[in-house]
């Protein structure tokens, strides 16, 4: 990897591999699937909408002639689809590398299918229960990657384990940066359990620095600021350097991946820091356990005791 760091270019041929993108069909999503396509890869996107996912393909196929893709219709927002995901795409002759890049935030409290608060249903439950249900089809496959997408709002945050639904009150940031706080602590556990298995499967988060998206879709404020910050410090492109590092790079199994510049708000890919609570196996052994008692989906990986 050059000392630079890691972009676009950077990533090697993917022939013969199989990716699955979540939320591929726009923003970060779009430009990893985009990106990997253009590398030969296999790429489903994993999406809600068949027709905007029809749409990104379409769009990709413009710029890459042949791109193998398809689409994988997957509701985070209900994990009865996220079974029906992960029975189709076991149907693949193998899965190299899982990216879990969707996500969602906004100023209204909204509630998944199962009923619980959207933020943390979608980014942290929705992303364990896919990534469970995907491992056994991973596993045939040594060398093959989890990728979990956070965010630098996980500093600082903290999680309302007596509040996880938000029915004593709702603030969209504090929750939003709360469910990026428990991706790290997913994977770093994760990853604390994968090696303990000796599982070929390694654990990769990333993030992709402050970058103009339509995460805050619905929000009419939300769509003028993410614009302002896609001038201002990254677009999508380059907010796809650090998934496509972690996904494709030199990475070390528990890793986190991330633009280097500016305080981690823009540049090319390398290591980054996360905060010392994302880092604490208690808190990451605690969520791991609400989050099977929630989902009712076990990874069917053993405890870890201690820090490793």
């Known amino acids: 990897m050059p000392s630079e760091g890691f972009t676009t270019a950077d990533v090697p041929d993917q022939s013969g591999k199989c990716f699955i993108v979540t939320g591929a069909n726009t923003g970060i999503g779009f430009e990893v699937a985009s990106a990997l396509a253009a590398r030969r890869a296999r790429v489903l996107l994993a999406c809600r909408d068949e027709a905007k996912a029809r749409a990104a393909m379409s769009r990709i196929r413009q710029k890459t002639s042949g791109a193998e893709l398809a689409f994988l219709p997957l509701d985070l927002a209900?994990?009865?689809?996220?079974?029906?995901?992960?029975?189709?795409?076991?149907?693949?002759?193998?899965?190299?590398?899982?990216?879990?890049?969707?996500?969602v935030q906004?100023?209204?409290?909204?509630?998944?299918?199962?009923g619980f608060e959207q933020t943390f249903g979608v980014n942290h439950l929705g992303c364990f229960a896919f990534s469970a249900l995907m491992l056994p089809k991973l596993m045939e496959t040594p060398g093959s990657r989890i990728v979990i997408t956070s965010s630098g709002q996980h500093k600082g945050a903290k999680i309302e384990w007596d509040d996880l639904s938000a029915q004593k009150s709702y603030r969209w940031l504090p929750r939003y940066g709360a469910s990026k706080l428990a991706n790290l602590l997913f994977v770093f556990e994760l990853d604390r359990r994968l090696r303990a298995a000796g599982a070929p499967v390694t654990a990769v988060a990333c993030h992709p620095g402050l970058v103009g998206t339509n995460l805050a879709r619905g929000s009419r404020w939300g769509n003028i600021v993410m614009s302002l910050i896609g001038l201002l410090f990254a677009t999508p492109a380059m907010g796809a350097w650090g998934a496509l590092h972690a996904a494709t790079g030199r990475v070390k199994p528990g890793g986190y991946y991330g633009p280097t510049g500016l305080s981690g708000l823009r540049g090319p890919s390398g290591e980054g820091v996360p905060s010392k609570d994302a880092r604490n196996p208690q808190l990451a052994k605690r969520l791991w356990d609400v989050s099977v008692k929630m989902t009712r989906i076990d990874p069917d990986l053993p405890s870890v005791d201690g820090p490793s």
């Open 78 to 103: 209900d994990l009865a689809s996220v079974r029906r995901a992960a029975e189709l795409a076991a149907k693949e002759p193998c899965v190299d590398v899982l990216i879990n890049n969707a996500g």
């Open 106 to 114: 906004g100023p209204t409290l909204k509630h998944t299918a199962q």
